[in-house]
């Protein structure tokens, strides 16, 4: 037996040619609207944040053998089994010459006895022999108290190393030394910042007030706790060649432009304790300028931290002089994003700390500083006290000191 075929209607084909035009027209729609998509997304310009400003972020012959001897003096201090309260950094002094503008480090480096302070001082002859023939490390000995390393590139003095081994060095305070770590140049990567909210630690969040994700990021920080500052984009040298982005504070603007200006910028990333600038390093050197800003802050109980982005800058002595509260930058923790120099930024900001009470760290959102902190992060919470930056302001100064002996 066999069935015999049914014989197609009209309208039969009618709908099977009417399915093969829907398909059709389907595909062909897919078709155009990704090659649109591929056409815009190619057309979308690409939002990339405004470069930060530091003196130390200028590439030079003598900042690059700086990184070098930071890198040897970071292996042979820190690879061994020292205890790491037992090492200091003194304040950074600035020096120029020869055209070059840098900062001199000082460590001091407490040892157990003349033996131990010679086997350091061997360790640091080793690592930065092999660097260049220019790096010249000359060693002196203070009889019966310390031997010091004189480190030279260039001609210039750049680091000072001192291995104390008979009057020990002391903290001139009680208590743990406190730290304050702020993330600056937030707006412009939602996820990395996100990625540092996670973070349990108490770090401060300086956020750009013009920027794609600058919304996103207050209310999450705010949904957490977590502490808000304004970063407050102002004038460069060179400008407008170094742009420092969109809501700029300038020097061309009078008093209401820059009331103004500061006004909406605060609006916008609500919930702000402080302040600190974003490049700025022309701004902060105009008295005129600075003390407009200054005085709005403190009609708003606000504080301020000088970023320190030039040597000449004004802002730190007149917030002071005004009683606002303030504080200035002392280490920047990633201009270089190699993870050993992140690191010994890291143990220069815990060094200062331990020498004089309180420090303040400032950094970037990139993973690669996201991954020191986390390796850092048990040590922190057992060796200093990591606070906000309006706590730190706010306390530094009325800690209890002791007199060094």
């Given at each position: 037996?066999?069935?015999?075929?049914?014989?197609?209607?009209?309208?039969?084909?009618?709908?099977?040619?009417?399915?093969?035009?829907?398909?059709?027209?389907?595909?062909?729609?897919?078709?155009?609207?990704?090659?649109?998509?591929?056409?815009?997304?190619h057309l979308k310009p690409q939002i990339?944040?405004?470069?930060?400003?530091?003196?130390?972020?200028?590439?030079?012959?003598?900042?690059?053998?700086?990184?070098?001897?930071?890198?040897?003096?970071?292996?042979?201090?820190?690879?061994?089994?020292?205890?790491?309260?037992?090492?200091?950094?003194?304040?950074?002094?600035?020096?120029?010459?020869?055209?070059?503008?840098?900062?001199?480090?000082?460590?001091?480096?407490?040892?157990?006895?003349?033996?131990?302070?010679?086997?350091?001082?061997?360790r640091i002859n080793a690592q930065l022999?092999?660097?260049?023939?220019?790096?010249?490390?000359?060693?002196?000995?203070?009889?019966?108290?310390?031997?010091?390393?004189?480190?030279?590139?260039?001609?210039?003095?750049?680091?000072?190393?001192?291995?104390?081994?008979?009057?020990?060095?002391?903290?001139?305070?009680?208590?743990?030394?406190?730290?304050?770590?702020?993330?600056?140049?937030?707006?412009?990567?939602?996820?990395?910042?996100?990625?540092?909210?996670?973070?349990?630690?108490?770090?401060?969040?300086?956020?750009?007030?013009?920027?794609?994700?600058?919304?996103?990021?207050?209310?999450?920080?705010?949904?957490?706790?977590?502490?808000?500052?304004?970063?407050?984009?102002?004038?460069?040298?060179?400008?407008?060649?170094?742009?420092?982005?969109?809501?700029?504070?300038?020097?061309?603007?009078?008093?209401?432009?820059?009331?103004?200006?500061?006004?909406?910028?605060?609006?916008?990333?609500?919930?702000?304790?402080?302040?600190?600038?974003?490049?700025?390093?022309?701004?902060?050197?105009?008295?005129?300028?600075?003390?407009?800003?200054?005085?709005?802050?403190?009609?708003?109980?606000?504080?301020?931290?000088?970023?320190?982005?030039?040597?000449?800058?004004?802002?730190?002595?007149?917030?002071?002089?005004?009683?606002?509260?303030?504080?200035?930058?002392?280490?920047?923790?990633?201009?270089?994003?190699?993870?050993?120099?992140?690191?010994?930024?890291?143990?220069?900001?815990?060094?200062?700390?331990?020498?004089?009470?309180?420090?303040?760290?400032?950094?970037?959102?990139?993973?690669?500083?996201?991954?020191?902190?986390?390796?850092?992060?048990?040590?922190?919470?057992?060796?200093?006290?990591?606070?906000?930056?309006?706590?730190?302001?706010?306390?530094?100064?009325?800690?209890?000191?002791?007199?060094?002996k």
């Amino acid at each position: 037996m066999f069935t015999r075929k049914r014989k197609r209607s009209r309208g039969d084909i009618w709908l099977n040619q009417k399915g093969i035009v829907h398909v059709y027209a389907l595909f062909s729609g897919s078709l155009i609207s990704l090659g649109l998509g591929l056409c815009l997304s190619h057309l979308k310009p690409q939002i990339s944040p405004p470069p930060y400003e530091e003196a130390s972020v200028i590439e030079s012959d003598l900042n690059r053998a700086i990184r070098q001897i930071d890198n040897a003096i970071y292996d042979a201090v820190y690879q061994g089994e020292r205890a790491e309260k037992g090492v200091f950094f003194t304040e950074v002094e600035p020096e120029s010459k020869q055209g070059y503008d840098w900062n001199l480090t000082e460590l001091l480096i407490n040892v157990p006895d003349r033996h131990a302070a010679l086997r350091l001082e061997k360790r640091i002859n080793a690592q930065l022999k092999p660097l260049s023939p220019e790096i010249i490390c000359k060693t002196g000995e203070v009889k019966g108290r310390e031997i010091v390393c004189r480190v030279s590139t260039l001609g210039l003095n750049t680091h000072r190393v001192r291995l104390i081994y008979d009057k020990h060095e002391e903290t001139p305070y009680e208590g743990l030394p406190r730290i304050a770590l702020i993330i600056d140049d937030l707006g412009y990567d939602r996820d990395m910042a996100i990625s540092f909210l996670q973070l349990d630690l108490p770090l401060t969040f300086s956020v750009l007030p013009i920027a794609p994700h600058t919304e996103t990021i207050v209310q999450e920080a705010n949904m957490r706790g977590r502490e808000l500052m304004l970063h407050l984009p102002m004038e460069p040298k060179n400008y407008p060649s170094s742009n420092p982005g969109p809501g700029a504070l300038l020097t061309n603007m009078d008093e209401a432009e820059i009331r103004r200006t500061l006004e909406a910028h605060l609006s916008r990333v609500e919930g702000s304790r402080g302040v600190n600038h974003h490049m700025g390093s022309y701004f902060t050197e105009r008295k005129d300028k600075m003390g407009i800003v200054l005085r709005e802050l403190k009609k708003r109980n606000l504080f301020y931290i000088d970023s320190r982005t030039t040597k000449e800058t004004v802002a730190l002595e007149m917030a002071k002089k005004m009683g606002l509260p303030s504080a200035r930058r002392h280490v920047f923790l990633d201009n270089d994003l190699s993870p050993k120099r992140i690191r010994f930024q890291m143990e220069r900001l815990l060094g200062m700390a331990r020498r004089s009470g309180a420090a303040v760290g400032i950094a970037h959102p990139h993973k690669e500083t996201l991954q020191v902190l986390k390796e850092y992060q048990h040590r922190l919470e057992k060796n200093v006290m990591v606070i906000p930056a309006s706590e730190l302001v706010s306390s530094h100064g009325d800690r209890k000191w002791v007199k060094v002996k």
